[in-house]
């Protein structure tokens, strides 16, 4: 005789995916991304796109080259004479940052529009994420072999799910990040028990409708919850660093410096890494450093700052 248990918890999770893929469906016309950007996504993973065909793809899109165009005509990189072409941008910028420039406008834009226009908490998801991708690549850069495009565009991606969320349940959402904020408790806690799934199962199914790398995808899935990963797994590393990279954005955003609440609410930390203070507060510096290098061109496109 089946075990009525075992039957209530298939059934519970067939009603899990059944309503998560319908709110995906529903969702993905929102949240789509610009073709270039799905093309740079997984040409980051595979180290680089070849720049002429960086260069095709973001000549396609008027509304991401005229951005470009605007930053590298700025003040800021003072070029003598007026910058008219893509190739000549691509030059200035250099590869790298010409690169990055497209991808964070590009997933602003997918964060930032909502139905009712600018709002400010969906901007607020946007800085943490923004911070977490420069941190995942800061980490990358100093103690990984991973990919620090990759890595980057993990970061940008880890809380997409929260966007599909904010736009489905608006008021009722916000309710429920300022009930996590006020009671310390995990949001994918409070997200899992009001709406059966949380903003992490969300991004997954998200990032598989549109087809992007698996490492992306399992970074996004597991970015809370690195113990529920196959530690064996070579994806492992990658799940780790961008579980380490929110939390350390977090604690960026705190201002004040102050860990202790952060890891109070991250028991894989304590049980994980063995960073005394001073190594925290050196990457911290590393990365706000980056946060202020960064700003100079976010600023020129009108983005909420990060300070």
Same mark, same amino acid.
């Given at each position: ?11 519970? =999770?067939?009603?899990?995916i059944?309503n998560l893929?319908? !709110?995906?469906k529903?969702? @993905? ?13 997984? $040409? ?9 065909e960086l ?17 590298? &005509? ?9 910058v008219?072409?893509i190739?000549?941008?691509?030059? +200035? %910028?250099?590869? $790298? ?12 834009s997918v964060? @930032?529009?909502?139905?009712? $226009?600018y ?17 995942i690549?800061?980490?990358? /850069?100093l103690?990984?072999n ?10 940008? !991606? ?7 969320l904010?736009?489905e349940?608006?008021?009722e959402?916000?309710l429920l990040?300022?009930k996590?904020?006020? /009671?310390?408790?995990k #949001? ?18 998200? =990032?598989?409708?549109y &087809? %992007?790398?698996?490492e ?23 799940i ?6 929110? +939390?350390?954005?977090?604690? =960026?955003? #705190?201002?004040?410096?102050?860990f ?18 001073? /190594? +925290? ?14 700003q100079?061109?976010?600023?020129? !496109?009108?983005w909420? /700052? &990060?300070?």
């Open positions: 005789m089946p075990d009525p248990g075992i039957e209530n918890h298939d059934s519970e =999770l067939n009603l899990m059944e893929n319908r !709110l995906i529903k969702n @993905s016309e929102i949240t789509t991304f610009r073709p270039v950007v799905e093309e740079i996504i997984k $040409g980051s993973y595979k180290k680089s796109i070849p720049v002429p260069i095709k793809l973001v000549s396609c899109d008027y509304v991401l080259s005229s951005q470009v165009m605007k930053i590298v &005509n700025s003040a800021y990189f003072n070029h003598p004479g007026t008219s072409t190739d000549e941008a691509m030059v +200035i %910028l250099g590869y $790298g940052l010409f690169q990055k420039i497209v991808l964070s406008f590009a997933l602003y964060y @930032s529009k909502t139905e009712d $226009g709002s400010p908490e969906i901007v607020k998801i946007w800085n943490h994420a923004f911070i977490t991708g420069l941190t690549r800061r980490l990358s /850069e103690h990984t991973g990919n620090s495009g990759a890595m980057f565009s993990a970061g940008l !991606l880890h809380d997409i799910g929260k966007i599909v904010f736009r349940f608006g008021a959402y916000l990040m300022e996590s904020n006020q /009671e310390d408790v #949001l994918i806690k409070l997200e899992k028990e009001y709406f059966g799934y949380d903003h992490t199962e969300v991004g997954e199914a998200l =990032l598989r409708d &087809n %992007l790398p698996e992306i995808i399992f970074m996004v899935r597991y970015h809370h919850t690195p113990e529920n990963y196959h530690q064996k797994d070579s994806r492992y590393s990658f780790k660093a961008i579980y380490l990279s929110n +939390i350390l954005a977090h604690i =960026l955003e #705190l201002k004040e410096r102050n202790q609440p952060v890891f109070k609410m991250n028991d894989f930390f304590e049980k994980n890494y063995q960073f005394s203070n001073e /190594e +925290i507060h050196d990457i911290l510096n590393l990365i706000q450093y980056d946060m202020k290098e960064e100079k061109y976010i600023n020129l !496109l009108g909420t /700052e &990060n300070e």
